[in-house]
């Protein structure tokens, strides 16, 4: 299944657009996440990981 929502992210006064898709299968439970080529998009990913945690959510160990 795919899901798809539009949102926005502030920078200092500006807006910037952001398309968010997400898709889910009976796999193994992980994420990606993709942007622009620099350090930021790497650090997401273990920002996404520490809300989980501080929502006491986790992500299943099996399918």
Same mark, same amino acid.
């Given at each position: 299944?795919?899901? *798809? %929502?539009?949102?926005?992210?502030? @920078?200092? %006064? &500006?807006?910037? +657009?952001? &398309?968010? @898709?997400? +898709?889910t299968a009976n796999s193994l439970p992980s994420f990606t996440i993709v942007g622009p080529p620099d350090n930021a998009? $790497?650090?997401? @990913?273990? *920002?996404? $990981?520490?809300?989980? $945690?501080? +929502? ?6 099996? *399918?």
């Open positions: 299944m795919v899901a *798809r %929502i539009q949102t926005v992210a502030f @920078q200092v %006064i &500006d807006t910037l +657009h952001i &398309d968010v @898709q997400a +898709h998009v $790497g650090k997401k @990913q273990e *920002r996404v $990981g520490a809300a989980l $945690g501080a +929502h006491s959510l986790t992500l299943p160990l099996q *399918r």
